[in-house]
């Protein structure tokens, strides 16, 4: 199949138009050069001036998750906890007898009253019918007490990496995945729904490709989802491309994995096995990220790692004994020079491997220095800048809060690629250049340090070409080059004649996955 693309205003080049055949950008060049294509072509679309950039790279997501995420009640939005409350009612009427409610993604630092629902709030929902809602950040939940029954938690039940709170019902990090335990049973079925839910989601935003962290999300039964993955691939059903990030329960899960064959680079340009990803501690929202020292507005509390030195070398040695590349979310200072401590004995030089910090955001001077000076690939989210403007400085103080989130500086050094951790965040792409560009919230009202604002070029950078090479993928996706695969987003207008505040109001009007359009307006 040929299709020839005319008329377009192309990021970072003065040509305009795309022939693409089967899969593949067949040519780049001047509508005018590229019209005598247009008989042989199966179709022309003309797209009458509109802006036509690389398929968004989303580095780090939950592809899985967001799809379920997306089946359940969402609760972004909410600005009280009334409000979370009164969702979850209204869907507690819809629901099949015995059949679990489940929400996810208030944030109680935006309400009025700062404070999450408790045990006994969701209680007056039901106490038949078993009840769980997560945290924006995923790193905490609130559960009734029947959940607590069905996961066989009482007042005396303690995890290692994580805190039970029974009286509020809160849970955290390893009590949440007690907790998935006794979800009802994932089949292939409710995966690969749940999958073309959040693909489908995500080719609105104009992403292509992404980074995505799927099998300890919503069962830890990794075979499964690895299984309908492949399946997906192979039956051409995907329309992201997908590189796997692997995280287990245990090491010696992935010691299975890897006796059974995988590591990174197993599959093909739809379905990749990718690093392997450890979650190192919680987040700053939560206040569970491991600071170095006290959170300055919870003074006696610096957080937790979910594992120690030793265990943490466990996890790297195993994986570097395998040539697999690791990647650690490591929000915390504390947990970032822990993590550095570990990679500098197996980190090879110059990184070729690739192994990875996922968010960067708490970090000194010391650990921004380390992390370029070992070249470490660092998977970012700009679109965290929305709400973390509002806590940040309350949450580290002024002095500690000037080099958080070093964007800038990352990019200029290493592979510094962007995401939304969906569905943690709504993966805007449109809104996450702008808060890259900015550094403000949304609503103007909060900013962190100026000086790491990146500009356009690269914010599109860290949504494309570097994540492509995160993934060795730069010799097929993250720029429009002929030879590359047919991978665009269309978008309304070009986005480098608005103003910096104006980005996120860009619209992706197409979305061109391996030749195909996967989205259109
Ligand atoms: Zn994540």
Same mark, same amino acid.
């Given at each position: 199949?040929?299709?020839?693309?005319?008329?377009?205003?192309?990021?970072?080049?003065?040509?305009?138009?795309?022939?693409?055949?089967?899969?593949? @950008?067949?040519?780049?060049?001047? $509508?005018?050069?590229? &019209?005598?294509?247009?008989?042989?072509?199966?179709?022309? @679309?003309?797209?009458?001036?509109?802006?036509?950039?690389?398929?968004?790279? !989303?580095?780090?997501?939950?592809?899985?998750?967001? %799809?379920?995420?997306?089946?359940?009640? &969402?609760?972004? +939005?909410?600005?009280?906890?009334?409000?979370?409350?009164?969702?979850?009612?209204?869907? *507690?009427?819809?629901?099949?007898?015995?059949?679990?409610?489940?929400?996810?993604?208030?944030?109680?630092?935006?309400?009025?009253?700062?404070?999450?629902?408790?045990?006994?709030?969701?209680?007056? /929902?039901?106490?038949?019918?078993? /009840?769980?809602?997560?945290?924006?950040?995923?790193?905490?939940?609130?559960?009734?007490?029947?959940?607590?029954?069905?996961?066989?938690?009482?007042? !005396?039940?303690?995890?290692?990496?994580?805190? @039970?709170?029974?009286?509020?019902?809160?849970?955290?990090?390893?009590? =949440?995945?007690?907790?998935?335990?006794?979800?009802?049973?994932?089949?292939?079925?409710?995966?690969?729904?749940?999958?073309?839910?959040?693909?489908?989601?995500?080719?609105?935003?104009? =992403?292509?490709?992404?980074?995505?962290? !799927?099998?300890?999300?919503?069962?830890?039964?990794?075979?499964?989802?690895?299984?309908?993955?492949?399946?997906?691939?192979?039956?051409? *059903?995907?329309?992201?491309?997908?590189? #796997?990030?692997?995280?287990?329960?245990?090491?010696?899960?992935?010691?299975?994995?890897?006796?059974?064959?995988?590591?990174?680079?197993?599959?093909?340009?739809?379905?990749?096995?990718?690093?392997?990803?450890?979650?190192?501690?919680?987040?700053?929202?939560?206040? $569970?990220?491991?600071?170095?020292?006290?959170?300055?507005?919870?003074?006696?509390?610096? %957080?937790?790692?979910?594992?120690?030195?030793? *265990?943490?070398?466990?996890?790297?040695?195993?994986?570097?004994?395998?040539?697999?590349?690791?990647?650690?979310?490591?929000?915390?200072?504390?947990?970032?020079?822990?993590?550095?401590?570990?990679?500098?004995?197996?980190? /090879?030089?110059?990184?070729?491997?690739?192994?990875?910090?996922?968010?960067?955001?708490?970090?000194?001077?010391?650990? /921004?220095?380390? $992390? @370029?000076?070992?070249?470490?690939?660092?998977?970012?989210?700009?679109?965290?800048?929305?709400?973390?403007?509002?806590?940040?400085?309350?949450?580290?103080?002024?002095?500690?809060?000037?080099?958080?989130?070093?964007?800038?500086?990352?990019?200029?050094?290493? =592979?510094?690629?962007?995401?939304?951790?969906?569905?943690?965040?709504?993966?805007?792409?449109?809104?996450?250049?702008?808060?890259?560009? $900015?550094?403000?919230?949304?609503?103007?009202?909060?900013?962190?340090?100026?000086?790491?604002?990146?500009?356009?070029?690269?914010?599109?950078?860290?949504?494309?070409?570097?994540?492509?090479?995160?993934?060795? +993928?730069?010799?097929?996706?993250?720029?429009?080059? #002929?030879?590359?695969?047919?991978?665009?987003?269309?978008?309304?207008?070009?986005?480098?004649?608005?103003? *910096?505040?104006?980005?996120?109001?860009?619209?992706?009007?197409?979305?061109?996955?391996?030749?195909?359009?996967?989205?259109?307006?």
């Amino acid at each position: 199949m040929k299709r020839l693309f005319i008329n377009a205003v192309i990021w970072g080049r003065t040509d305009t138009a795309i022939l693409t055949e089967g899969e593949k @950008i067949r040519r780049i060049g001047m $509508t005018e050069e590229l &019209q005598k294509e247009a008989e042989s072509a199966d179709e022309v @679309i003309d797209l009458n001036g509109l802006f036509v950039c690389p398929g968004f790279i !989303d580095s780090h997501l939950h592809l899985l998750e967001y %799809g379920r995420y997306l089946e359940n009640v &969402q609760l972004h +939005s909410c600005t009280s906890r009334q409000e979370v409350l009164n969702l979850l009612k209204q869907q *507690e009427k819809k629901l099949p007898k015995g059949e679990w409610l489940l929400g996810r993604g208030f944030n109680e630092e935006l309400f009025d009253d700062p404070k999450m629902p408790t045990k006994a709030d969701l209680d007056q /929902i039901s106490k038949e019918r078993p /009840i769980a809602v997560t945290r924006c950040c995923g790193h905490k939940m609130v559960v009734n007490s029947k959940a607590l029954e069905l996961a066989n938690m009482d007042e !005396d039940s303690m995890v290692e990496g994580g805190s @039970i709170d029974f009286e509020n019902g809160f849970l955290e990090e390893t009590a =949440i995945t007690v907790l998935h335990d006794s979800w009802p049973a994932e089949t292939e079925e409710s995966i690969r729904r749940s999958i073309l839910r959040g693909q489908k989601e995500l080719n609105r935003y104009g =992403i292509t490709a992404v980074g995505s962290d !799927d099998f300890m999300s919503i069962t830890h039964d990794w075979r499964l989802v690895l299984d309908v993955m492949m399946k997906m691939a192979f039956r051409g *059903e995907l329309t992201v491309r997908v590189n #796997e990030q692997c995280e287990f329960p245990s090491p010696e899960e992935f010691a299975a994995f890897l006796d059974e064959g995988y590591t990174t680079d197993v599959g093909d340009d739809l379905f990749r096995i990718g690093p392997l990803k450890i979650i190192a501690d919680g987040s700053l929202g939560a206040r $569970t990220a491991a600071l170095s020292k006290d959170y300055s507005d919870d003074r006696g509390n610096s %957080g937790y790692m979910v594992y120690n030195r030793s *265990e943490l070398e466990t996890w790297v040695k195993l994986a570097a004994d395998y040539n697999m590349p690791v990647i650690t979310h490591a929000i915390g200072d504390r947990t970032v020079r822990e993590v550095l401590n570990v990679y500098d004995k197996y980190v /090879i030089e110059n990184n070729l491997l690739h192994f990875g910090l996922v968010h960067c955001q708490i970090m000194t001077p010391a650990e /921004i220095k380390r $992390t @370029i000076d070992m070249n470490l690939c660092c998977y970012f989210q700009s679109l965290f800048i929305d709400s973390d403007a509002k806590i940040l400085e309350a949450r580290v103080g002024s002095e500690r809060a000037e080099s958080c989130y070093p964007f800038r500086t990352l990019s200029e050094h290493v =592979i510094a690629c962007n995401g939304s951790d969906a569905p943690v965040e709504t993966p805007d792409v449109m809104k996450g250049l702008q808060m890259a560009v $900015t550094r403000r919230s949304l609503d103007g009202t909060a900013a962190m340090n100026p000086s790491e604002c990146m500009d356009l070029q690269q914010a599109m950078r860290s949504y494309t070409l570097s994540g492509a090479e995160a993934f060795f +993928s730069s010799d097929n996706i993250g720029s429009l080059e #002929e030879g590359k695969y047919a991978d665009f987003a269309v978008l309304d207008r070009d986005i480098t004649k608005l103003r *910096e505040d104006e980005i996120h109001t860009a619209k992706v009007m197409m979305t061109v996955m391996n030749g195909e359009t996967v989205f259109e307006k």
